[in-house]
């Protein structure tokens, strides 16, 4: 059974840093892409970043490129979300997925993905 477990948000003041991370487990992830995305209240599901563990090639949304930094530790099936310099608008549930998939212009799209964690929540104040 895969489950994916996200932990790290928390509460932080605007130009603070954050560590979100997955802990992976139930299959072998190596050929794997995971993807971080986020979401507020009555909006969709966003892209934040994602990567691809063989290659360990690396995919920004514009508006956390410079801040954010996704990482992973293949023998530990970790996946990290390093946000620095963050403002009011990061402030959203965060999640961590995995896919098959190995078509990277898919690892924007919500519906690539075949399993979610629960999610964690990050809130900025101003």
């Known amino acids: 059974q895969v489950q994916l477990v996200e932990s790290g948000g928390g509460l932080v003041q605007a130009g603070g840093s954050l560590r979100l991370s997955c802990a992976a487990s139930?299959?072998?992830?190596?050929?794997?892409?995971m993807g971080w995305f986020r979401q507020t209240p009555g909006k969709e599901r966003e892209f934040v970043a994602a990567i691809r563990w063989s290659g360990s090639n690396t995919y920004y949304a514009d508006y956390v490129k410079g801040r954010f930094t996704i990482s992973g530790d293949n023998a530990k099936n970790m996946v990290y979300l390093q946000m620095n310099g963050l403002i009011p608008g990061d402030t959203a549930d965060y999640y961590c997925?995995?896919?098959?998939?190995?078509?990277?212009?898919?690892?924007?799209?919500?519906?690539?993905?075949?399993?979610w964690g629960q999610g964690t929540q990050v809130t900025v104040s101003s």
């Open positions: 139930g299959r072998t992830f190596s050929n794997y892409a």
């Open positions: 997925a995995a896919t098959s998939s190995r078509n990277r212009a898919n690892y924007y799209y919500t519906e690539t993905y075949n399993y």
